[in-house]
């Protein structure tokens, strides 16, 4: 039976997890592999400074004292049976939506399934804890991945809205309206401390994309590209190529040539250069002034 892989960034003992898990139960051999604690929004984290260690939970439960992104690369790259098929990350209690996927755990989570090559899928449910309906939407994806597959590079990441959804919509990510400011406060011996990520969220367009699906009622379900590339303005940006190699090559503002021991030097310039060059100046029979060795082939490179 095939492996899939299923993690959180809620931790090993959210709700959210368990509903995933046992959504998911009959599509293969479920193996739950996730941070002993919450995580929520330490993007894609990964713990290379110490060890990780696995605690057992249970048959094909474990958890791991790091983070989402710990746990796929463990889970994926040898601690389960054989290599997963699949990784699913969620339920997670709260939505992944638009900009915010960057510093989702959740959503890194199913980035790193992606990027050591296993298709991938993170879950969240915008609000609430009725997680039964997300769960169902994730099982369903999961199984049309299972059969389809994913296009290289590429995740999948759904939102489900508060009650029974509508139905699906796949989407694209909205974009948040930064108009939020950092909120200053005094604490008790009067040192300023600031809070950020403070007031109401507001967000662009709602047309087509994952904010306005799950505003409507329906379940969101965005593919995510992981090359982050942008391969149009790599296009128009080849011609800044010959001005920026042409700019570090030209001296900086107040630096003299270097005067070649083989290159014929005007006399006044060499004197009036260095001290060196006045000592050798005032030595006629010393040898030219020893030079920093620069060819002429790197100065072109
Ligand atoms: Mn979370």
């Known amino acids: 039976m095939a492996v899939l892989l299923v993690t959180n960034d809620d931790g090993i003992h959210a709700a959210g997890l368990a509903a995933l898990a046992a959504a998911l139960d009959d599509l293969g051999e479920v193996h739950v592999l996730a941070p002993e604690r919450e995580q929520s929004a330490c993007g894609h984290a990964l713990t290379l400074h110490r060890p990780l260690s696995v605690h057992r939970w249970g048959e094909r439960r474990h958890s791991v004292n790091g983070t989402p992104s710990d746990c796929v690369n463990l889970g994926v790259l040898g601690f389960l049976p054989e290599r997963p098929v699949l990784v699913v990350s969620g339920v997670n209690h709260g939505s992944n939506l638009g900009d915010d996927v960057t510093y989702s755990g959740t959503v890194s989570a199913a980035m790193e399934g992606t990027l050591l090559g296993v298709p991938s899928i993170a879950v969240s449910l915008v609000e609430g804890d009725e997680l039964e309906h997300a769960a169902r939407v994730a099982r369903h994806v999961a199984m049309r991945v299972l059969v389809e597959g994913l296009p290289p590079m590429t995740m999948l990441n759904i939102n489900v809205p508060t009650g029974v959804p509508k139905g699906v919509r796949v989407t ?80 900086p503002r107040g630096e003299r040539a270097p005067a070649s021991a083989a290159a014929p030097s005007n006399a006044a310039s060499r004197a009036s250069a260095s001290a060196t060059s006045r000592d050798a100046a ?10 920093p060795k620069r060819t002429r082939k790197r100065r072109r490179a």
Not at 182 to 196: K, M, N, S
Not at 283 to 290: E, H, I, K, T, V
């Open 172 to 251: 694209r990510l909205g974009h948040r309206v930064y108009s939020g400011k950092i909120v200053e406060q005094a604490d008790p011996r009067g040192r300023p401390h600031y809070w950020i990520g403070a007031g109401p969220p507001a967000w662009d367009a709602l047309d087509g994309t994952d904010m306005g699906a799950v505003h409507e009622g329906y379940a969101a379900v965005t593919p995510l590209h992981l090359d982050l590339t942008h391969h149009r303005a790599l296009a128009q940006m080849t011609e800044w190529e010959p001005a920026l190699n042409a700019a570090l090559r030209a001296r």
């Open 282 to 291: 005032s030595r006629p029979s010393a040898a030219p002034p020893a030079q």
